[in-house]
Nanobody, 118 residues
């Protein structure tokens, strides 16, 4: 089983909504941050939203006011609620986790495709 289990991607019309979820399937130490990145072919992977321990949540400017990141720490799950989707939100979305056991590690999900159609 994948360490980070993603779900919720798919095809949606412009202006629609999707909710992505990412669950950590087994214990990986102390979770320091959880979030989402996205990537299109030929482009760099970019941060979409990230929640750091201590309560700080950051968003890329292009999604502010439309996307909401939330965490369920008891379930080790992170959600990305995406509203008012635009064509430029089309990408493969990757779950991202930083966790510390003896030292800090970074973990990535397998990616889930989001396609926004006109």
């Amino acid at each position: 089983q994948e360490l980070l289990v993603e779900s919720g991607g798919g095809l949606v019309q412009f202006g629609g909504s999707l909710r992505l979820s990412c669950a950590i399937s087994r214990r990986i130490g102390r979770i320091n941050a959880m979030g989402w990145y996205r990537q299109n072919p030929g482009k760099q992977r970019e941060l979409v939203a990230i929640s750091e321990n201590g309560g700080t949540t950051k968003y890329v400017d292009s999604v502010k006011g439309r996307f909401t990141l939330s965490r369920d720490n008891a379930e080790n799950t992170v959600y990305l609620q995406m509203n008012s989707l635009k064509l430029e939100d089309t990408a493969v979305y990757y779950c991202y986790v930083r966790a510390t056991v003896l030292y800090e590690n970074t973990y990535w999900g397998q990616g889930t495709q989001v396609v926004v159609s006109s």
